[in-house]
């Protein structure tokens, strides 16, 4: 059973970096097709896919966020992790790391961030 735990801080303050990490366990990062991504959820809004690294480490981003968002990955410990940078109180949500493995998805149970000061 594949499953994801997020980490990070909970409060962060406008015009700094946020990071969060994801660690995976029951399923490795490197295996071939599976991938790993960044999905938030603002206070009274949807859902926003934010990017994923695929298994190979390729990397893909949001439009929206790309100029912002890093999504980068430490084999040696099965994690991946997001940073979003110049953050402001707009990035305040939950923020959930998800896993594609076999065509199916597996969500962490999420991490709130808040940016304020």
């Known amino acids: 059973q594949v499953q994801l735990q997020e980490s990070g801080p909970g409060l962060v303050k406008p015009s700094q970096t946020l990071s969060l990490t994801c660690t995976v366990s029951?399923?490795?990062?490197?295996?071939?097709?599976?991938?790993w991504g960044w999905i938030r959820q603002p206070p009274g809004k949807g859902r926003e896919w934010m990017g994923a690294?695929?298994?190979?480490?390729?990397?893909y981003y949001s439009e929206s966020l790309k100029s912002r968002a890093s999504i980068s990955r430490d084999t040696s410990k099965n994690q991946f992790s997001l940073q979003l940078h110049s953050v402001t109180p707009e990035d305040t949500a939950m923020y959930y790391c998800?896993?594609?493995?076999?065509?199916?998805?597996?969500w962490g149970r999420g991490t709130q961030v808040t940016v304020s000061s």
């Open positions: 998800k896993g594609r493995v076999w065509g199916r998805d597996y």
């Open positions: 029951g399923g490795s990062i490197t295996t071939s097709h599976f991938y």
């Open positions: 690294i695929a298994y190979d480490g390729d990397t």
